[in-house]
């Protein structure tokens, strides 16, 4: 499965709200599709599973939400810490996929 | 508190080898599926290969499918990576994952990665 994410990069203020989107070329069974939040130089950070289910310690001005084949992330209002590269993966089927990201810069 | 502690990579030649070490704490290591993810430079995530807690079960990306294997020492809290017939493309920063069940799925925890560089 193909996972494609929009836009490449969004440039926005602190306070705004984001929103990614992530697009699978075939259904992701059981919206078996995760969201991870990567800083430079760091490990990538699981935020959401099972489309829209947070993980521990995630804060919830984070939320996922979608099915089938369109998925989102949305960051209700951003924090300075927000600004990263978030992937998608989904994991409902082999060989396990990841999209190529959305930059979140300040604008 | 997870940790989980790459060790291993560094410099090889194109088909060379190079076996990579992940060390974890903090949680039953045999009830869980332990992966490996790469990352290029400057470039996006990319699964690797995964294995049940048991290790009964491996699943491999088809870019390193019979070049690579995983595998997991459940006394010792380690899952290995080796690596043979390597190629420039394998050039990566390569992370342990730790899985949420004990099948493949999302990486709930993640190493801070070990850079493998294959150049002449």
């Known amino acids: 499965i193909v996972l494609t994410q929009s836009p490449a990069t969004l440039s926005l203020s602190p306070g705004e709200r984001a929103t990614l989107s992530c697009g699978a070329s075939?259904?992701?069974?059981?919206?078996?599709l995760a969201w991870y939040q990567q800083k430079p130089g760091l490990a990538p950070r699981l935020l959401i599973y099972?489309?829209?289910s947070r993980a521990t310690g995630i804060p919830d001005r984070f939320s996922g939400s979608g099915s089938g084949t369109d998925f989102t992330l949305t960051i209700s209002r951003l924090e300075p810490e927000d600004f990263a590269v978030y992937y998608c993966?989904?994991?409902?089927?082999?060989?396990?996929?990841f999209g190529g990201g959305t930059k979140v810069e300040i604008k | 508190d997870v940790q989980l502690l790459e060790s291993g990579g560094g410099l090889v030649q194109p088909g060379g080898s190079l076996r990579l070490s992940c060390g974890a704490s903090?949680?039953?290591?045999?009830?869980?599926?332990m992966s490996w993810v790469r990352q290029a430079p400057g470039k996006g995530l990319e699964w690797v290969s995964s294995?049940?807690?048991?290790?009964?079960?491996?699943w491999y990306a088809d870019s390193v499918k019979g070049r690579f294997t995983i595998s997991r020492d459940n006394s010792r809290n380690t899952v290995y990576l080796q690596m043979n017939s390597l190629r420039a493309e394998d050039t990566a920063v390569y992370h342990c994952?730790?899985?949420?069940?004990?099948?493949?799925?999302?990486?709930?925890?993640w190493g801070q990665g070990m850079l493998v560089t294959v150049s002449s």
């Open positions: 994952a730790k899985g949420s069940i004990d099948d493949y799925g999302e990486f709930e925890w």
């Open positions: 903090g949680f039953t290591f045999s009830y869980y599926a």
């Open positions: 294995l049940s807690g048991g290790g009964g079960s491996a």
């Open positions: 993966q989904q994991y409902g089927s082999l060989p396990l996929t």
């Open positions: 075939q259904s992701v069974t059981n919206s078996y």
């Open positions: 099972d489309a829209s």
